[in-house]
């Protein structure tokens, strides 16, 4: 026997509702209704499908979009033969039938694991059952009051409140907690989804920036270094001699003729040199310049310096900017932040520049063999071509 024949053989038309009634208009009054209810039964076609599939134990498609399914199909094939009933016994059939419905639930609530089933708790919802139970129940006990004595089928009243404490009630509990267990794992589902998110993210970052015990557990953690404007005890060092030193950008000599001449600043035998060439980052003078020349502002270009024979590195200083003049520094882009990487990815620094013309003083005091300083950041520039310049590194 179907899950579905079991519960209606427990309905009122099927157990007190068989019972003939001494007085003749309420003997005919259940006659009509137990005939209603069974051409209904008998009308069943693709209820009972959906109805059992709704019960089996490990049923995937036990949801929302199931409930809704079993309610279209009420509509169907349960309710026209039900529609030709008196507002009264119209209103004991449907009962009739939302209590099949609770029986469907209850064996459901049983089935394991089924109080922490979203699914589940969302395929109750949607039955919407406590509310359609006292809908029905109110309209009922209305039309009720309102019949002859007579008429009224006793035995009715006394199934509606057993089932209304035996089942209804409790099944309007367990399904409310199961909902209220099924928001809180969603909200923890939700929870543990953004804090996986955010631990990825925190590793990206981590990565990207050098920064947190992630970096340094990958050996590549940058720890912050502080560019000072005034390093009282720089001149106890001695400058460190520089082997050879390059850019992995330079801004091409567009534009860098003297009109008035014809001839292009640094024409050496009719060969011009870059004004912006990476040779002005250590020529002793602070006011030529080197500049990249990509069109993201130099973002992840590097200045490369080899140590002679390898030497204690106290400061790196570096003078910001493109500081041929006053207005030529706010014109183009200054670094403001970089990365100071020393021989290897293991010992690498984020470090913060002031925009400021004045020298930075960076304080190492590593041995060092070779390093790099890579542009992260900058301050833009007012001219609007986001050219990045640096005027002098100097080692000490």
């Not at 009962?95 to 394991?112: K, Q, T």
């Not at 631990?199 to 000072?228: D, F, N, Q, W």
Request: one cysteine or more.
């Amino acid at each position: 026997m179907d899950r579905l024949t079991e519960f209606i053989n427990q309905t009122w038309f099927r157990t007190d509702g068989k019972k003939k009634l001494s007085d003749p208009e309420a003997e005919k009054q259940r006659e009509e209704l137990v005939k209603a209810q069974e051409k209904a039964v008998s009308n069943l076609w693709d209820l009972p499908f959906s109805f059992n599939i709704a019960l089996e134990e490990k049923n995937i498609e036990r949801t929302s979009v199931n409930a809704q399914n079993l309610l279209d199909l009420y509509k169907k094939e349960i309710a026209p033969p039900l529609s030709k009933l008196d507002s009264r016994l119209k209103a004991m059939a449907e009962l009739d039938w939302i209590v099949v419905f609770y029986r469907a639930l209850e064996y459901i609530s049983r089935i394991h694991g089924a109080s922490a089933d979203q699914d589940a708790a969302d395929f109750a919802h949607t039955l919407a059952l406590s509310s359609k139970f006292d809908t029905t129940v109110s309209e009922f006990y209305l039309l009720e009051r309102r019949s002859p004595e007579n008429i009224r089928m006793k035995s009715f009243d006394d199934w509606l409140e057993k089932s209304r404490t035996e089942l209804v009630v409790p099944q309007n509990r367990f399904w409310k907690r199961a909902e209220r267990t099924g928001e809180t794992i969603r909200i923890l589902k939700a929870s543990a989804g953004l804090a996986v998110i955010a631990a990825i993210i925190y590793v990206i970052a981590s990565i990207a920036t050098g920064m947190g015990p992630i970096a340094r557990r990958l050996g590549i953690h940058y720890p912050k270094l502080v560019a000072e404007e005034d390093m009282t005890d720089l001149g106890d060092y001695a400058p460190v001699k520089i082997a050879d030193f390059n850019a992995s950008s330079i801004l091409l000599d567009d534009g860098t003729v003297d009109q008035s001449s014809g001839k292009a600043e640094g024409d050496v035998d009719g060969h011009p040199i870059a004004r912006f060439t990476d040779a002005n980052l250590m020529d002793g003078n602070i006011h030529t310049a080197w500049a990249e020349g990509e069109k993201n502002a130099g973002y992840d270009k590097r200045l490369y310096f080899n140590v002679d024979a390898k030497a204690m590195v106290h400061y790196i200083v570096i003078y910001s900017g493109n500081q041929e003049s006053e207005d030529s520094f706010k014109e183009y882009n200054r670094p403001k932040a970089v990365t100071l990487r020393l021989d290897s990815a293991n010992k690498s620094y984020r470090i913060h520049l002031k925009d400021t013309p004045d020298p930075q003083y960076i304080r190492v005091d590593e041995t060092v063999d070779r390093f790099w300083i890579i542009i992260d950041s900058v301050y833009r520039g007012s001219n609007g071509e986001n050219t990045t310049c640096v005027s002098e590194v100097e080692v000490y």
